[in-house]
Nanobody, 125 residues
Framework: QVQLVESGGGLAQAGGSLRLSCAAS????????MGWFRQAPGKEREFVAA?????????YYADSVKGRFTISRDNAKNTVYLQMNSLKPEDTAVYYC?????????????????WGQGTQVTVSS
């Protein structure tokens, strides 16, 4: 089992920044993919970013956040981060951290077996 705990959400103004953290514990692997997803009110949960290490560091982003968000990983701390810059009101959502137990599609939700409880991010205009 893997436990994931997100932190760092909150309120930001448009154009501002926030950094989310996801601390993993249990049977974790520093190689298997971890990702961030988000769900806005009335919308389905969507992929945001993912990171993996399979012969080299791999990162992947949704088009909507590319160039503004950066995912990173501190293996010594078993923690994944999502640095969010140039925030927009449409980034408002509950953000979820997720982890895979093998190597599968980075953006496909069903590839992820473990999920955190989520952290709220609200961006005001």
């Amino acid at each position: 089992q893997v436990q994931l705990v997100e932190s760092g959400g909150g309120l930001a103004q448009a154009g501002g920044s926030l950094r989310l953290s996801c601390a993993a514990s249990g049977r974790t692997s520093s190689s298997y993919p971890m990702g961030w997803f988000r769900q806005a009110p009335g919308k389905e949960r969507e992929f945001v970013a993912a990171i993996s290490w399979n012969g080299g560091r791999i990162t992947y982003y949704a088009d909507s956040v590319k160039g503004r968000f950066t995912i990173s990983r501190d293996n010594a701390k078993n923690t994944v981060y999502l640095q969010m810059n140039s925030l927009k009101p449409e980034d408002t959502a509950v953000y979820y951290c997720a982890a895979q137990s093998g190597y599968s599609s980075l953006s496909y939700q069903n590839s992820y077996h473990y999920w955190g409880q989520g952290t709220q991010v609200t961006v005001s205009s």
